[in-house]
């Protein structure tokens, strides 16, 4: 006994030394000398959970995780960090990390007859039509004459940078650009000449001879325009495979799309593809409309000669589905409408402008449950998803969809800890936690792999969900001061679920970084289910990363997204307007 008691001391104090034996592990910088253009910086990472932490002799703050992070406001030059941990006397590691901040030069003028750039907007190779405009910019030699193409006047811009000349141009109908790159030539006050050409090309296409595609996949969509940030362009919406597009454009990798009279749109080049020569541009009049219901859901039918694009959207306060069809005109003479849907309340229709016929649906119920919009044959089909008969949790299906995973790590901790796990731990618990409760879960991951997110919606749009929550950390280039818990949603009719779910997460002591709405998150894109993208905490801060490292914290996160969820339906029983 005495022997076991022995050999049971001496494992429990080489652990606890092992525990305690002196590192520095960083995860921002993951050099030792950096040269930066910014003069904040932050080193982070981990230490030993009983080691103190020095940088140049001051302490630094090490959380029970060992994690900490440490602010540097630089001066320009060379400087060193000495970085000391240490346990207890005659234990420690150091480890010296070197900066080099420097000004950005300021922007340098031409001094010889010369131009240094060429900048055409929109950015990428253009096909191009009458109407269309091409933007230049131009850094050549100041107090010169700078044309493009034959005879495109650019300016030299006051108040700015001496040197820089723009222009735009309207493409005109005798206008023949071959697919070329555009000549720029700058003129000195003695004629001389140089000659450079812009890095794309541009080329026309004739407004006498369309150029039809239709849409391929199952998740084509439409973009507003050409802006692109983290999360992609603003998105329309999607659109069923099949649908007649007029192109009439392309800049880069995206094709420019002719809507109706007034209104175009953008969709990816590889989302279509082209029918021959001789077809017709996308147009049709309207038949008449059918509303009615089976066993699931309601609907809404309208016929049409073709398969046209569209875009639908939610109103709240009181609640609508309006979709908009483009290049419809309307011959539509009455509405047949049956006693057996259970969601619609009235449907009517108008044409808001030439080439757009609107369709509007009024709801029974504030809370809108989903609705897709597809076609069959060429009749359009607007499909109503009803409000579930019992709103209790053990008779409703919820996706639970565990973000990142695999090669898609997401964000990472200050301890080394990783989204794709945290966000794999915390789902699963929400999902034992809801099937404990009855709630049927499905997902699209229950352990470490990678799905993409397109076979995610694909599933979820298959599977046909009562509501979805997806599951993620937040993170900051600035570790110290954001912190907190957010939810996200994108169509309005959606935004009570996520903002029961923030309400509930705040109580856990977390601080506040918003209920965000519009947002062009991918999992937020369906418009057939509610959902809700739950970015739990900030991985990045210390604070926060300790939180969610801890088993009952996460189990805590899940209550707390259960208890959302169950206001949500409370609030959809009492029809909250």
């Given amino acids: 006994m005495q022997k076991l008691f022995l050999l049971v001391s001496i494992f429990l104090v080489t652990k606890v030394a092992a525990q305690d034996k002196p590192f520095i592990k960083l995860v921002e910088p993951l050099k030792e000398n950096n040269n930066v253009k910014v003069s904040r910086n932050f080193l982070i990472g981990s230490t030993c959970k009983t080691c103190n932490l020095t940088v140049n002799g001051t302490a630094v703050k090490v959380y029970p995780t060992g994690a900490f992070a440490y602010e540097l406001n630089l001066k320009t030059g060379d400087t060193a960090f000495n ?40 950015e990428g190779n253009l096909m191009l039509q009458p109407g269309d405009k091409i933007k230049f910019k131009v850094k050549a030699l100041t107090g010169c004459t700078v044309v493009a193409g034959k005879n495109i006047p650019l300016y030299e811009v006051p108040n700015a940078m001496p040197g820089i000349y723009q222009g735009e141009y309207v493409v005109k109908a005798g206008d023949s650009f071959l697919v070329s790159k555009l000549p720029v030539t700058i003129t000195d006050k003695t004629g001389n000449t140089i000659t450079k050409e812009t890095s794309n090309t541009v080329s026309m296409f004739s407004p006498y001879n369309p150029m039809i595609a239709v849409t391929k996949g199952r998740l084509a969509h439409l973009l507003f ?5 983290r999360l992609g362009g603003a998105k329309i919406g999607y659109v069923d495979s099949l649908v007649l597009l007029n192109v009439v454009g392309k800049v880069g990798t995206k094709y420019k799309v002719q809507l109706s009279k007034y209104r175009t749109a953008f969709i990816d080049d590889d989302a279509v593809q082209f029918l021959p020569k001789g077809n017709f541009t996308p147009e049709s009049l309207t038949g008449n409309l059918r509303t009615y219901g089976d066993s699931l859901f309601d609907y809404v039918t309208v016929g049409l000669f073709a398969r046209l694009p569209y875009q639908s959207f939610q109103l709240v306060d009181p609640s609508k589905i309006v979709v908009d069809v483009f290049g419809a005109t309307n011959n539509t003479n009455w509405i047949t409408q049956l006693e057996n849907v259970k969601e619609i309340k009235n449907v ?30 060429n009749m359009l089909v607007v499909k109503i998803k009803r409000q579930p008969e019992n709103l209790s949790l053990d008779h409703l299906t919820i996706a639970v969809d565990a973000g990142h995973g695999g090669s898609n790590t997401g964000a990472g901790g200050p301890t080394g800890s990783s989204e794709k796990a945290l966000a794999l731990a915390v789902s699963l618990k929400l999902q034992k936690s809801l099937e404990q409760q009855g709630a049927k879960v499905i997902m699209t991951r229950t352990k470490e792999k990678f799905v993409d997110n397109k076979d995610r919606i694909l599933f979820y749009r298959d599977s046909t969900p009562d509501l979805l929550i997806s599951i993620h950390l937040n993170s900051s280039a600035d570790p110290i001061r954001i912190s907190g818990t957010s939810t996200y949603y994108r169509y309005i009719g959606f935004r009570d679920l996520s903002h029961d779910i923030y309400k509930r997460m705040l109580e856990l002591g977390l601080k506040e970084y ?3 709405g519009s947002f062009n998150f991918m999992l937020n894109s369906p418009i057939e289910y509610p959902n809700a993208l739950v970015e739990t905490l900030f991985i990045s801060n210390p604070e926060d990363e300790m939180k969610i490292l801890d088993d009952n914290f996460q189990q805590q996160i899940a209550d707390k997204i259960i208890s959302g969820i169950k206001d949500f339906l409370e609030s959809c029983k009492k029809e909250r307007q």
């Fill in 514 to 516: 918003g209920n965000t």
């Fill in 83 to 122: 970085m000391i941990a240490f346990a207890t006397p005659g234990q420690s590691v150091n480890k010296k990390i070197l900066y080099n901040y420097s000004l950005p030069a300021p922007p340098d003028t031409v001094k010889t007859l010369n131009i240094a750039s060429i900048e055409t907007f929109p």
């Fill in 225 to 229: 325009g050409l802006g692109e940030d």
């Fill in 348 to 377: 009517y229709y108008e044409q808001t402008e030439d080439e757009i016929f609107r369709i509007t649906i009024e709801l029974k119920h504030p809370q809108h449950w989903g609705h897709q919009v597809y076609y069959k044959g």
